[in-house]
Nanobody, 127 residues
């Protein structure tokens, strides 16, 4: 079993920045591919960014490319989402997810690929 705890959400003005963190416990962190997803009111959960077990490969949704960066620290068991140039449409609950991945360089963009989810952290961007 894997426990995921997100932090770092909050209220920020448009153009501002936030850094989300997700602390993992319960399994060897380096065996987990990690992802960030978000869900706005009335909308489906959507992919934001993903990172492989090794951290060597990443991907991000087109809507956040160039503004958001995913990274991980396997020594600290933490995955980060650095969010810059925030827009009101980025307002959502952001979820961290983990997948027990067989290969070190694979990342996953579909929610159904992930077995473990955090409780979410609210990000609100005001205009």
């Amino acid at each position: 079993q894997v426990q995921l705890v997100e932090s770092g959400g909050g209220l920020v003005q448009a153009g501002g920045s936030l850094r989300l963190s997700c602390a993992a416990s319960g399994r060897t962190f380096s065996s987990l591919a990690m992802g960030w997803f978000r869900q706005a009111p009335g909308k489906e959960r959507e992919f934001v960014a993903a990172i492989s077990r090794s951290g060597s490969n990443t991907d991000a949704a087109d809507s956040v490319k160039g503004r958001f960066t995913i990274s991980r620290d396997n020594a600290k068991n933490v995955v980060y989402l650095e969010m810059n140039s925030l827009k009101p449409e980025d307002t959502a609950v952001y979820y961290c997810a983990a997948h027990q991945a067989p290969r070190s360089n694979d990342y996953y963009i579909m929610p159904r690929s992930y077995e473990y989810w955090g409780q979410g952290t609210q990000v609100t961007v005001s205009s």
